[in-house]
């Protein structure tokens, strides 16, 4: 099982678990992303989610990392083409997300649901494609947006 699915099924976000958790958002991108092991954790960060998620530390260590997508179907596996032609209003939202997460504001959960917002927005206005608001929400909500809700 990987982190990714064990979120999934327990209907929590990265937000969420960063706040039960008390580990920075940012880390558990990192963790979530594959760019940091679960191996190459500290002790306080393994006990913390291993706490917050209900594992042992020895199950925490077992869960696998998110294997690569498959290219077989032409398409890249970086999407970053998908963060092209944004309104304003998005671009100005993932801006104060990604300030507020450095600063480590306490009302962050206000821009989450600003940035929730304004993807929703543009997709219920045509702006953006399904594709790009969930890429959008995944990248920087970590949700896939419709089963997630925004009381997290």
Do not use: F
């Amino acid at each position: 099982m990987t982190i990714q699915k064990l979120l999934h099924d327990m209907q929590m976000s990265r937000y969420r678990l960063s706040k039960i958790s008390e580990i920075p958002w940012a880390t558990l991108a990192d963790i979530y992303s594959g760019k940091t092991h679960l191996s190459r954790c500290g002790a306080g960060t393994l006990s913390k989610l291993s706490k917050a998620l209900g594992l042992s530390i020895e199950e925490l260590l077992a869960l696998e990392t998110e294997p690569e997508k498959n290219t077989d179907a032409g398409q890249p596996n970086i999407k970053t083409y998908l963060e092209t032609g944004l309104s304003e209003s998005v671009q100005k939202a993932i801006k104060d997300y990604l300030q507020g997460e450095k600063a480590q504001v306490l009302y962050l959960d206000c821009l989450w649901n600003e940035l929730y917002g304004a993807i929703n927005a543009d997709l219920w206005a045509g702006l953006i494609t399904e594709e790009q608001a969930s890429y959008l929400r995944v990248k920087y909500l970590g949700s896939e947006g419709k089963e997630d809700g925004i009381d997290d």
